[in-house]
Each structure stands twice: as structure tokens, then as C-alpha cells.
């Protein structure tokens, strides 16, 4: 049974390992996709409908320009972000993945935002999803060492704020480019004065 939880998971699985075929078990067959993003060095289309171009989009697409991708969520536990059955609001995420044509540790962070559908047999499906991308940073890390020590000391995909903040919050603290981080710290953190909206 999909819960919540469960699609959100399967989500991550899917854009992570590559599993372009997922999709089909976490959306509806005509879910629509929007993204928005105030981050210039990342490009997606603003607008996909169905689940095949999600999947191109989310999963095939995006594995040609990234790897070893890890997407968390940084919460305590998804209850806070949904105020309905069939919606999750502004929920946070990190991303930390590996750019192979600038041999570059990304680092990025925004909102999700989901509609969900109850079928009879009590699975949830995806009907729309909003990206918000606020940061994507590009770091030099030829080897990949940089990235897999930040990956390391981070719980995969739940990530409560004050384990991000007691891992490398001091990032933030130590280089002004990355002072974003410092957004997630369980005693500062605060969702964005708009309502995103799908």
C-alpha cells in the first residue's frame, strides 16, 4: 500500500536510482508536474503533463546530467506538512548530487508540494507536484571525495533539521555562499511567507 510516507519515498528512489518505470506507481497516469526556480545555474521545463514526461523529465533526463544523487527531506516527519488527506505543503528538501560534465558537488534546496488521490484499494497517487528550487550550488569536487563525506553523515532520505545542523551547519557559518544551509536549523527554521501553489 502506498501511504504517504511510502509514495514519498518511492519518489526519492526513483529520481536517485534512476528507476524511470516508478513513476508509474506514484503518479496518475495525467498528473501535472510545475516547476519554479529562483536558481540560474539549473534549467527545467516549467510544466509537464503525465506521468511519461515526468519520468523523462524527473528521472531519465536528469540522470544524464547528475549522479549519485541524494535527495532528503528535511523534517521531523511529513505530519507538519500536510494539512489534508490529499495534500503535502511545503515540504523542504536537500539535495546533494555530482554534476560529471563540471566534475561538481551540487548542493540545492527548496519546497515540494503535492496533491494526492485515494484509489479503492486504499493506494495514494500523485495528481500534481509543484518544485520550488530556491539555491543550487556548484562546488568544484573532481574526485567526488567532497561529496561522498557530506552524504555520509547525513540520514537518507528523512533528515531532521538539527541532525543536517549538527553534521555541517558550520558550512554555513564559514562560507557566506552557502549561508542557505543555515536556513534549515531546527531553532530558525521557517516556511516561506508566500503559499506556493500548483
Sequence with gaps: MLTHKSLLEAYVYAKDKCCPSLIHDIYEPNAVLSISTSATAVAFPPLVVGADGIAQTLVTDFAKRFTQCRTYYVCDGIENFSTRDDRIEQLPWLVLMREEATSSLRIGRGYYNWNLGKHPEDLWHA????????????????AGDLLQTLQSFLPYPWLPPRVLDSSFGFIGDCNSSFAFLKEFRSNKFELPRERLTI
Excluded at 128 to 142: C, F, G, K, N
Design 127 to 142: 495528481t500534481e507536484m509543484h518544485i520550488r528550487i530556491d539555491h543550487m550550488m556548484l562546488v568544484a569536487d573532481v
